[in-house]
């Protein structure tokens, strides 16, 4: 499965060029989130993928890189050849300590960054 480490997709996520698809549960987003990325549960995404843009990198994020290993195998079977499972996960985000929202309070959030989607 081609993936990506969380610093790379952090990187490629800021310049606009991917778009970070997080394809956990609603209630996970609940407790620690990553700003700016596109949310769509796993489950939905063969109902929503008409919705995900071809000319951009796909980044798929989960908990720990399991879900997204399959959202990521998904699309590819899909069409989209450039999407990529981040390793890891928003637990391998976090303790990077990339940009993220735990329990509603921003962490290493600088607020003059631009939300990204």
Not at 42 to 53: D, I, K, N, Q, W
Not at 70 to 85: M, P
Not at 95 to 110: I, K
Request: glycine share 6%; charged share 25%; aromatic share 6%.
């Amino acid at each position: 499965m081609p993936e990506i480490d969380v610093e790379a997709a952090w990187e490629r996520f800021r310049s606009q060029n991917a778009l970070i698809v997080d394809v956990r549960e609603p209630e996970e987003l609940d407790e620690i989130n990553i700003p700016g990325v596109t949310h769509i549960p796993l489950g939905e995404l063969p109902s929503r993928v008409a919705s995900l843009p071809h000319d951009r990198e796909l980044l798929l994020i989960c908990r720990s890189g399991v879900r997204s290993a399959y959202a990521t195998e998904f699309l590819r079977t899909s069409g989209f050849d450039r999407s990529l499972n981040i390793s890891g996960g928003v637990i391998a985000w976090a303790e990077a300590e990339l940009p993220y929202v735990l329990h509603g309070q921003p962490v290493n959030v600088d607020a003059n960054e631009d939300d990204q989607g």
